[in-house]
């Protein structure tokens, strides 16, 4: 297990406000779909159609909130994407039709985007000598917050009334409200002095770029456990529904006691171009193994089951590492918050197409299209070392660039 508190007073405060805001993640991740379909009555297509113009609209937001945050300060813009966003998910007890639905989970998603990279410099500034570990503690707290909001959300979609999901709504926004009141405890962050060059150093950075991509291809491994393994068990599998929560749990598990383990090890660039390889491995025994769990007995279903989620689960930690490590490891301090703002880009894609695509290759095409995703993890694991080492060839001429000039400012 992770160490219950964090060493440092700020630290403590970031990961208690993390908490709050996960459990009313929990809640909303859990059940709310169903309050849009089950108790505003919005039909299920339109529901799709209006998340997915919502997390389009996200991706385009993060970065410019991340410069935001490194520029005017982090403490208080990521206070008031919480705000706004606890006030987006309040209006939804007053939707009953589908364009204001459309405008209040856009407003919520993209509240939701900004916060994470406008809290990329706190983590970094208060996360100590190894922010990445700190990231990855946040993580496996994540992962405890959501799994009691889940819990919670559990007992609304059993009693199933419209007063049960509007208390759910607005104890989600109340979470919200609560982690932003938290942060009033950090001391706040001298945003650091601008360097010479672009305004947009992060879309120009064409090696990070590309890193983003693979991490956003392979971000769509996070799918395959919530998406892909339910329905492959319900229409594939004799294995009995209930393994689908099975599955969950032993994820879930998994990465609250190890992810921080995980990470301590992935400490340069280089250990993390290594454990991305060891990731995209992982993927591609888990996808192959759940694909032989067709057309074969119950036990021997739930047993190759399991196994490859433990297996998929533990690319995830090595991926999860890989992706902290590289992406604050390659992103120059002064520019966190854009830079992690680029780098989200990659798992908002993930997000919004991740879905689809496992859905078309590995249940609508069957058995074959699980060998083609475990594939398509493995060659996105062998292609980030040498992303990796460009990266850092690229990060190392423009820190010869900008030293003559750094150093002719403090003269």
């Given amino acids: 297990m992770p160490r219950l508190m964090p060493n440092t007073g700020p630290q403590r405060a970031l ?3 993390n908490f709050i805001y996960t459990v009313g993640s929990g809640l909303y991740l859990t059940a709310g779909v169903l309050y849009f379909t089950e108790a505003v009555h919005l039909p299920a297509g339109q529901v799709g159609l209006g998340l997915g113009i919502a ?3 996200a991706l385009a937001l993060g970065v410019a909130v991340g410069h935001l945050a490194d520029r005017h300060g982090a403490r208080g813009i990521h206070a008031a994407t919480l705000v706004v966003q606890a006030l987006a998910t309040a209006c939804f ?5 589908f364009w204001p639905f459309v405008l209040a989970v856009c407003a919520a998603a993209a509240a939701k985007a900004a916060g994470i990279a406008a809290r990329s410099p706190l983590i970094r500034h208060y996360g100590g000598d190894r922010p990445q570990e700190f990231r990855a503690y946040l993580r496996a707290v994540t992962n405890v917050g959501i799994s009691l909001g889940a819990v919670l959300a559990g007992w609304v979609v059993q009693v199933g009334t419209l007063t ?5 709504v607005v104890g989600n926004a109340v979470a919200f409200v609560l982690s932003a009141v938290i942060l009033v405890v950090l001391p706040p962050v001298t945003p650091f002095p601008t360097a010479g060059g672009p305004r947009w150093i992060a879309l120009r950075d064409r090696p990070y770029l590309v890193l983003t991509a693979l991490d956003g291809i392979m971000a769509i491994q996070f799918k395959v456990l ?3 393994i339910p329905l492959w068990i319900v229409g594939a599998t004799t294995a009995p529904h209930w393994l689908i929560s099975a599955t969950m749990l032993t994820g879930t598990l998994i990465v609250v006691t190890f992810q921080v383990r995980a990470s301590r090890n992935v400490d340069s660039p280089a250990a993390g171009a290594n454990a991305y390889r060891r990731a995209g491995v992982a993927f591609l025994i888990a996808c192959s193994l759940i694909s032989l769990s067709a057309g074969i007995p119950t036990w021997a279903a739930a047993i190759l089951l399991i196994t490859a989620v433990v297996i998929h689960t533990i690319g995830e930690l090595w991926h999860s590492a890989a992706g902290f490590e590289t992406s604050f490891a390659l992103a120059p301090q002064h520019a966190t918050g854009q830079y992690l703002g680029v780098f989200g880009l990659g798992a908002g894609l ?10 078309t290759m590995c249940i609508t095409w069957g058995r074959p299209g699980w060998y083609v995703a475990g594939a398509m993890f493995a060659l996105t694991g062998l292609a980030a070392p040498p992303a990796v080492r460009w990266a850092q060839r690229h990060q190392h001429a423009l820190q010869t660039q ?10």
């Fill in 15 to 17: 990961a208690a406000s």
């Fill in 55 to 57: 997390g389009l609209l």
């Fill in 93 to 97: 007890v007053l939707i009953d039709s």
């Fill in 164 to 168: 049960a999901y509007q208390l759910m």
């Fill in 226 to 228: 919530t998406v892909a």
């Fill in 350 to 359: 993930a997000e919004a197409l991740g879905p689809g695509l496992l859905i």
């Fill in 402 to 411: 900008l030293a003559p000039t750094e150093k002719a400012s403090t003269a």
